[in-house]
């Protein structure tokens, strides 16, 4: 006999029998948890929730853009109100981008 075998031979079947019974209490447990529970220390779930609220930041930013337009100057004879605006187009679109790629980030985990 191998000192496991052993080991596990001298220990008494109360012992045992009880051992056996926690562990079908954890499986139990475990089986009736579902999957809606999540561990919260658990990596993935750490990086959806960051990427959620990246998500959400990013959304706030571009409605806050959409609403922006640029100031009122007296009309002058260069295009700087068209470049301005130009400006602010081009970061809506980045703003947009971002979010479609973090949601897109987001929806793949």
């Known amino acids: 006999i191998?000192?496991?075998?052993?080991?596990?031979?001298?220990?008494?079947?109360?012992?045992r029998s009880f051992t056996t019974t926690v562990t079908e209490l954890i499986q139990a447990?475990?089986?009736m948890k579902g999957t809606e529970w999540?561990?919260?220390?658990?990596?993935t779930v750490i990086a959806e929730n960051e990427l959620l609220g990246?998500?959400?930041?990013?959304?706030?930013?571009?409605?806050?853009l959409e609403q922006l337009k640029p100031r009122a100057k007296p009309k002058q004879a260069?295009?700087?109100l068209n470049f301005e605006e130009q400006i602010l187009e081009a970061a809506k679109s980045i703003a947009a981008a971002t979010s479609a790629l973090?949601?897109?980030?987001?929806?793949a985990q």
């Open 2 to 15: 191998s000192s496991w075998a052993a080991m596990i031979c001298a220990i008494p079947p109360t012992i």
């Open 29 to 31: 447990a475990e089986a």
């Open 38 to 43: 999540v561990d919260p220390e658990d990596p």
């Open 54 to 64: 990246a998500a959400a930041a990013i959304e706030a930013a571009a409605k806050k």
């Open 78 to 80: 260069d295009e700087s």
């Open 102 to 107: 973090v949601k897109a980030a987001s929806a």
